[in-house]
């Protein structure tokens, strides 16, 4: 295979992907809780199942990538890698509920309309699909040791993202609890949070991404890369945040102002993509 990606299995993807994301999307749909309801009149119901099926879909593209294998081993690995991305994003829910807003009843507030919590899941799954992506991507091991690589740093990367989070979240409890912000349907707080996810899932993807040479070293430059996109993207948003302060002696910080953390949000995204491609090229 020659290049980034292998376009050979390009078609097979777009195939497999019409045949099995309905597959997904009527598992999710039972299994779900929030997908219970009709999505007439849900926008927010609507925005997390999008983002679901477009989470797995980015996810089961890291087959794709960086494969060096013959053609008819790379589409059979293919067709198990998706396998297992379906069955990840099926439970994800209940993942998410637990690590992400985890003071929220997430479905619950999703059928009642709120679209502040539907906007964090919905970047949370495409923070999970960038590190299943990755997981899966390159070569360097047998089908077994593939998959316990893809298993392993996706676990870990999962981890960290939760880890963030939860740093996140408790550093904010100082000023207010950005999790009941949400969970009362704060768009600014959404932003806010969901930018941190979808900049952390970038950030993550280029810290995984790449052949399997070692456990131990692989681990080492993923522990490393990652904690340099992690600390350059907080600092960022720390130092804007404090620019956007309007109100010292109260602490009033840019969460409760939509402009202010739009601001934030693309800042965030803009930091995560700039150290994500220092990371893949010289870390």
Known sequence: MNGLVNTALLPYYFAAAILLLPVFGWVHNKITPSNRVSFKGNPAARI?????????????????????????TDLLMFGLDTLVVIVTFAFANFLFDKA??????????????NKAVAFVEACA??????????SFAGGGLSWVGGWLS??????????????VYFVYATCWKTR?????????????????AGSLLLGMGIVLFSSIIGDFTGWLGDFVSYFEAAGIGIVVVALGRVLLALLLRSNRSTHEGHH?????????GLVTIVLSIATSGLIFFYV
Do not use: Q
Request: charged content about 15%; proline content about 1%; some cysteine.
């Open 48 to 72: 997390k199942y999008i983002f679901a099926w477009a989470g797995c879909a980015i996810a089961m593209l890291g087959s794709l990538i960086m494969s060096d294998e013959a053609f008819r």
């Open 100 to 113: 992400i807003l985890w003071k929220v009843d997430n479905n619950k507030a999703i059928n009642e309309g």
């Open 125 to 134: 799954y495409i923070a999970l699909g960038l590190i299943m992506c990755a």
């Open 150 to 163: 893809a298993a392993a740093f996706s676990g870990t990367g999962l981890f960290t993202l939760a880890a």
């Open 176 to 192: 207010c609890n950005i999790d009941a912000e949400i969970g009362k349907g704060s768009m600014p707080a959404a932003i806010d």
């Open 256 to 264: 409760g102002n939509m402009a202010k953390s739009v601001t934030v």
